[in-house]
Every structure is written in structure tokens, then in C-alpha cells.
């Protein structure tokens, strides 16, 4: 789709909100919605299931929210469903300033933390002060995997490019270097939320190796 008449974005710093609104906390909240839009921009790695491009940060948390929904029901640990889709709702927007990280490339992942934490700090710094304790505290939650609801909205995670991998005929799973181990190995969170669930993930991925979709280990370099 193309604008007959040529728009001109505003800068949420062209125009003084507080004024505007005349309310200083609708005024955090609404630069907040206005700077998380950004999310979909941000691309990953993963392609729609029609293969026809990459999927955006935005369009990958909508379906995570979709699925915590359907597919709660195989949490092995009662969850606060509602505390689920929050935590998933924000658990990207740090890849705005931090960007998507590949899972499978090890040498992005390696400050990965330092750059989400930073982006953590900026980010859920916008909001009124309650508001940022609480998405901050959804956020370390989310990483820390340490209750039922974080490590269900993990699992999710988890499953979901798995399942685009599959269903397009390996996906990034074609990237140099990736194995059958190397998958099961990063899938296994899915294991932390629901046993059931990583059960499907395992014969995706056995199902996608006898496919040829992934390779069942890495081949072998031939020395002189």
C-alpha cells in the first residue's frame, strides 16, 4: 500500500505531550506505545510460514500470545495465564536498542545480556515509575525462568520458531552449522514449562532430521 498524499512521521520529541495531554503520567505512557512500535521493525531471523520473508519482533510476540492462550492447558504447573501474556508482550521489546539475536550464532550470544539489560534500563525507563518496577520486574522474571508462568512463556518461545522451522522445510535450521543436537539442545527449555509440549517439539525435530530438514550431525571436514 502506498499514501497518495506523502507522510511525514513526528518525532514524539517534536511535540511537548505533557502539554498536549496535560498529564505527565499519559504522557510517559503514551512516548512508551509510541516508542515501542519500533518492535515491528525489528527482524528476526525466523521466516513466515509462507517463506515469503522474515517475520518481524512484533508479528513473532502476537503469535507467542495466541499460543500461551491455546495451548496453556499442557503447562505442567498451574500458570497465571494473564501474567503469561504480559510477560510475553514485553519480553522483546529490549531487541528494539538491543536487537534480535540468532540463537544459533555464538558470538552474538555472548554479550547478549549486557546489550538486552541496557536496553532494559532505557526502555521501561520511559514509563511512569510504578509502571516501569512492574515491567522490569515482568521482564527479569521472564529471564530468570524461576516460576511456572515464566517458564511457560519460555516455552512458548522456544516453540514457536520450532515450529516455522518445520513447517517451511527447515527454515534457519539450512544456516552453516546447525545439528540435530544443537537444536534439541536450545529446545530443551520447552521442557521447563511443559513436558507434553516437549515431547511434540522432539518428534518435530526427529520428524525434520529423516526429512533431511536438518542435519542429524555436523559432516566432516577431510584432513590432508
Known sequence: MTFETKLKPLSPDDIDLE???ADGRMAKQIRFIL???KLKTVLRMTPLLDASRRENDAEHTW????????????????VDLARVVKMILIHDI????AGDTFIYDAKAVTDQEAREIAAADRLFGLLPEDQAA??????????????????????MDRL???LHNFFTSGGTWHSAGVTRDMVMERKAVIAGGSSRLW????????????REFLAEAAPVTPQE
Open 19 to 21: 502539554t498536549l495531554f
Open 35 to 37: 516508542e515501542v512500535e
Open 63 to 78: 503469535e507467542l500470545a495466541l499460543m500461551a492462550v491455546l495451548l496453556a492447558e499442557y503447562a505442567d504447573e498451574p
Open 94 to 97: 529490549v531487541e528494539i536498542d
Open 134 to 155: 512492574e515491567f522490569r520486574a515482568l521482564w527479569d522474571e521472564f529471564e530468570a525462568r524461576k516460576t511456572p508462568e515464566a517458564r511457560f512463556a519460555r516455552a
Open 160 to 162: 514457536q520458531p520450532l
Open 199 to 210: 515431547t511434540a517439539a522432539q518428534s518435530l525435530i526427529d520428524e525434520g532430521v529423516r
